[in-house]
């Protein structure tokens, strides 16, 4: 089970994995209803936390606890999360997680993805992915595939190893911070991009409330493309969501409170002036 409406990327995936399940379904959701629909044959909860478009947060452990009482793991995405909403998988009892490292832990493009798999689940389910590196004994180079014991056994193919050093780079600027902090932060760059967009009359879609949401902020208009094209090329590097969502995100780790409201000035004068309107905004890029 899934939502509606989850990143396309998780629901192909979880397409291609039901593939392999004789009898499997992909039930996806909408939103509000993912409690009710878990049941007797939910045997996977897939999710992401905090909500690529929207921004909105679940509450991980009610939905976890929710999913346990049916029989069902859970498996979280975490690419919106980590490295800016503060996240206790172990507390909250999750089974499985993923994320990307290459948006909030600073790893750049190309920067390896991460897996969690509780400690009580590590030696007890096994990996799809059967690579050399999660072999027992790698350099043994044996035919036959025999699993690492704990989590060494989700490892795959070897990894890249420039791409693991600048992601290290990245974390180790965490290694002193204190998160909550982090998090206070980006609570207020939250509010100074959102008392612009109330100036201007658009309108937000991301929860007002600070625990029920991640580290961007997401406005509707009906011309939002040609907006965030404008604003990137004013040097505020913003992103469009098909149809009408423009998505701004809140680093907080290294946007200071000065960037964001030169940010949210920037807005207003693209908005005010109608500076959008230029045709070079109109035309939709392939990545947006």
């Not at 291609?16 to 959701?29: D, N, S």
């Not at 902020?217 to 040609?226: E, G, K, L, P, W």
Request: hydrophobic share 45%; glycine share 10%.
């Amino acid at each position: 089970m899934s939502e509606q409406g989850n990143f396309p990327t998780d629901l192909y995936i979880a397409e291609g994995a039901i593939g392999c399940v004789p009898g499997g379904v992909l039930k996806a959701v909408p939103r509000a209803d993912i409690a009710a629909f878990l049941g007797g044959d939910t045997a996977a909860l897939l999710l992401t936390h905090v909500h690529y478009k929207t921004g909105a947060r679940f509450d991980m452990r009610a939905l976890t606890a929710a999913a346990h009482a049916a029989g069902a793991l859970v498996l979280w995405d975490l690419s919106h999360s980590t490295g800016a909403v503060p996240v206790d998988l172990a507390s909250a009892g999750a089974d499985l997680a993923v994320g990307c490292t290459y948006k909030y832990l600073n790893g750049g493009p190309g920067a390896p993805a991460f897996l969690y798999v509780a400690e009580r689940w590590q030696d007890r389910l096994t990996s799809p992915l059967s690579g050399w590196m999660g072999h027992a004994a790698p350099f043994n180079f044996a035919d036959a595939y025999a699993p690492a014991s704990g989590i060494t056994r989700w490892l795959a193919g070897t990894p890249s190893v420039l791409a693991l050093a600048a992601l290290e780079a990245g974390i180790d600027l965490w290694r002193d911070l204190d998160r909550q902090a982090v998090w206070a932060k980006s609570a207020a760059l939250f509010d100074i991009l959102a008392a612009a967009g109330d100036s201007l009359g658009l309108e937000c879609i991301t929860p007002r409330a600070a625990e029920s949401r991640g580290s961007h902020i997401s406005f509707r208009h009906s011309h939002a493309c040609a907006i965030s094209q404008a604003l990137i090329a004013r040097g505020v590097i913003g992103d469009f969501r098909d149809p009408d969502i423009l998505r701004l995100g809140l680093t907080p780790l290294y946007l200071g409170h000065a960037d964001v409201w030169r940010a949210g000035e920037i807005l207003r004068e693209v908005i005010t002036t109608a500076a959008w309107r230029d045709p070079q905004f109109s035309k939709r890029l392939p990545v947006t």
